[in-house]
């Protein structure tokens, strides 16, 4: 028995749990920054390494390809980390809603009430956890009648 229902419950906050979403979003933007940082940095240094092998360091042309290539990274740079913050959040958001609701209903049952059903939407994770929840809320409910 699936729970999720097209447009059963549309949330309408994409932040629903800040502490987990962003904890995960920074760490994808720290490993973003460190990936471009390392890719950054070998390139300059095979540039620097070939232009001191040619003698060729002091050229204007040498040093505008340096820093053509730091600007280049910048760039990317600036223009990947929103992209990288919009699927962060849009990633756990399909984490974070069910798991909000999957609390909720938690703490339902603990105060005794197993009157509880889970609605989550379709693309949603936990699905089977909220099937299983829901399973259990029956079961004892029935128990109890």
């Given at each position: 028995m699936r729970t999720s229902r097209v447009g059963a419950h549309q949330r309408r906050r994409l932040i629903v749990n800040p502490a987990f979403q962003y904890r995960f979003v920074g760490v994808m933007l720290l490993t973003?920054?460190?990936?471009?940082?390392?890719?950054?940095?070998?390139?300059?240094?095979s540039l620097w390494m070939t232009l001191q092998?040619?003698?060729?360091?002091?050229?204007?042309?040498?040093?505008?390809?340096?820093?053509?290539?730091?600007?280049?990274?910048?760039?990317?740079?600036?223009?990947?980390?929103?992209?990288?913050?919009?699927?962060?959040?849009?990633?756990?958001?399909?984490?974070?809603?069910p798991l909000v609701r999957i609390n909720a209903a938690l703490q339902q049952m603990a105060q005794g009430?197993?009157?509880?059903?889970?609605?989550?939407?379709?693309?949603?994770?936990?699905?089977?956890?909220?099937?299983?929840?829901?399973?259990?809320a029956s079961t004892l409910q029935s128990r109890r009648s």
């Open positions: 973003l920054l460190l990936l471009t940082a390392g890719a950054l940095a070998s390139v300059y240094l092998t040619f003698n060729v360091a002091k050229e204007p042309l040498a040093v505008a390809q340096l820093t053509t290539v730091g600007l280049f990274a910048t760039v990317q740079l600036l223009v990947l980390a929103p992209l990288v913050i919009w699927i962060g959040v849009r990633l756990t958001h399909k984490v974070a809603g009430d197993f009157n509880v059903h889970i609605k989550l939407r379709d693309g949603d994770s936990l699905i089977e956890v909220a099937d299983a929840i829901n399973r259990l």
